[in-house]
């Protein structure tokens, strides 16, 4: 199974196992997010000895046979007969004092609950064997408020972990990794169902269509991730009360905590506090506040955050008596197709901006950097409107205001201008603005105070190190690798001669055939103006 994304989390265990003097590393985050198969490719490429052991639900004594009985498997010993965990654990210490090895818990929280002061053990091994040990521990779960009761000042092993990881879903460029053969419009309507967790975006059937994908995987109450969605808010969100209600009206567009209190007709504003933060807390839902009137809590909007508990709720909870009657496939044309295309994923293509706004921003490719994102909110009461613009950053020279279209045609210069027009007009002190556009841009003219981007510019994946503007980088781009193909053809066709002759010499048809056409279709990318197609051919 090819292993996608997660590069920067690699980077980081990476130098946590290889490099970091601290023994204790803590790896928290939602169920089915990839903390486990991300610990072991990163364990994988240390080439260190490794325990890798999964608690149970059982009992302490269960656990403490099962991971003795790891240990002997994993590093093919014979097994240990310690009466304790803290004996075994020990004994574990022990071994990495002559070589480096990594033991890892994963679901700690089962152990937590079952082994007393199993925190206070781990503290005094770690404080004992520090400067000894080459032992790298590793406690991983899902239970995210366990997890984090770790990292407290009152828990013994305060300001012991030398790696603390909140594993996150994938942004849209990670996550569109598992399905490349798709169009890029296509992308964003699969990653605005599916969203990044990496056990569901790898279900996506590549010979399917974005729908079927959708009625196959999440059509109806009892297709494949529609149980796994409701298996999931079951286990997790059973003990946070009303948390089904706060789901539901939120797909209804109840946004507005004063809204969200009316409509589930919770008794006060402390129980409907309770269930948000406990929500925020899990990741499943986020608040925001317009960047220029933060403390207003009137104009604070929530949002569900997971792409498919969105979906579930927006469409597959809401129809599934019509769903029942019609069939998943009518009944998704009928109600959900059209409110899908022109509202669902034209507000998730919004999201992907904001994530391809801020990762240009951590690299440096956007100057001055900008230190906050989000909407701008105002309101004109003499003049009897208000508004508010959804994507909009501000750095040391003020803002920028970014429109985000998803329509499907090129912008002109009076879309354009009518866009500025409205900002201009609005209390929002903007100089600058930026597009960015499904389908591009026709007879727009460049402009110093304007950013033009596409859809294609957030899925690119090789990057410029320099900052630019806009579209205006892959004019370098091309050109450099213009000028590299006029070097690399001097060469490589002559190389390419020497082997189709020795190949077709040999008896090797097939891969003379696919060297030339390798050839052909990098000066043909290069010519055609698509250099990040004619940058695959050099990776």
Request: aromatic letters at 10%; proline letters at 4%; a neutral charge.
């Amino acid at each position: 199974m090819q292993f996608i994304g997660r590069q920067t989390e690699l980077q980081q265990l990476s130098r946590f196992l290889e490099r970091s003097p601290d023994s204790l590393a803590v790896v928290y985050g939602r169920r089915r997010v990839g903390k486990s198969e991300l610990l072991r490719q990163a364990i994988r490429a240390s080439n260190l000895p490794y325990v890798f052991f999964e608690c149970r639900q059982t009992s302490e004594s269960q656990n403490l046979a099962a991971l003795q009985e790891s240990i002997s498997t994993q590093l093919n010993e014979p097994q240990l007969a310690f009466e304790s965990l803290e004996n075994t654990l020990e004994q574990l210490f022990r071994r990495a004092e002559d070589k480096p090895m990594v033991v890892v818990l994963d679901e700690y929280p089962y152990l937590h609950s079952l082994v007393k002061g199993i925190d206070s053990i781990f503290q005094a091994l770690v404080d004992r064997y520090a400067g000894r040990s080459k032992l790298k521990l590793i406690l991983c779960g899902s239970y995210i408020d366990i997890m984090t009761a770790i990292l407290d000042y009152a828990n013994p092993l305060y300001g012991r972990a030398g790696l603390v990881m909140h594993l996150k879903p994938m942004d849209y460029l990670e996550a569109s990794g598992f399905y490349p053969d798709y169009s890029d419009e296509d992308k964003v309507r699969l990653y605005s169902v599916f969203g990044g967790i990496p056990a569901y975006t790898r279900k996506i059937d590549s010979l399917l269509s974005v729908k079927d994908n959708i009625l196959n995987l999440i059509g109806a109450k009892d297709s494949q991730l529609a149980i796994a969605t409701n298996h999931f808010l079951v286990s997790e969100i059973s003990k946070v009360n009303n948390a089904n209600l706060v789901f539901s009206e939120l797909s209804k567009g109840a946004l507005r905590f004063s809204d969200l209190l009316a409509k589930t007709k919770l008794a006060n504003g402390a129980t409907l506090t309770y269930t948000l933060d406990k929500l925020m807390s899990m990741g499943l839902i986020e608040k925001r506040a317009p960047i220029n009137d933060e403390g207003n809590k009137r104009r604070t909007l929530y949002r569900i955050s997971d792409p498919l508990t969105s979906y579930y709720y927006r469409f597959v909870e809401r129809y599934q008596d019509s769903i029942l009657l019609m069939g998943e496939q009518k009944a998704f044309e009928t109600f959900v197709e059209t409110e899908f295309e022109t509202q669902y994923v034209p507000k998730a293509f919004e999201e992907i901006c904001r994530q391809f706004l801020i990762r240009r921003n951590r690299m440096g490719r956007i100057r001055p950097p900008f230190f906050k994102i989000g909407r701008y909110a105002y309101d004109l009461p003499k003049e009897r409107r208000n508004g508010e613009f959804d994507v909009v950053t501000q750095d040391t020279d003020g803002f920028i205001c970014y429109e985000v279209k998803f329509r499907n045609r090129k912008l002109t210069q009076s879309d354009i201008d009518n866009e500025i027009r409205q900002v201009v007009e609005s209390p929002l002190p903007c100089s600058r603005f930026g597009f960015v556009a499904r389908c591009g841009y026709e007879g727009v003219k460049p402009a110093d105070n304007l950013s033009l981007y596409t859809l294609a510019d957030c899925t690119i994946r090789k990057t410029l190190t320099k900052p630019e503007n806009g579209t205006h980088g892959r004019h370098t781009r091309t050109l450099f690798l213009i000028l590299l193909a006029g070097f690399f053809l001097i060469v490589a066709f002559g190389l390419t001669f020497v082997a189709v002759g020795e190949a077709v010499a040999e008896g090797m048809a097939d891969f003379a055939s696919s060297v030339a056409r390798r050839m052909t279709d990098f000066t043909s990318y290069v010519a055609r103006g698509m250099p990040d197609r004619a940058a695959g051919f050099l990776d």
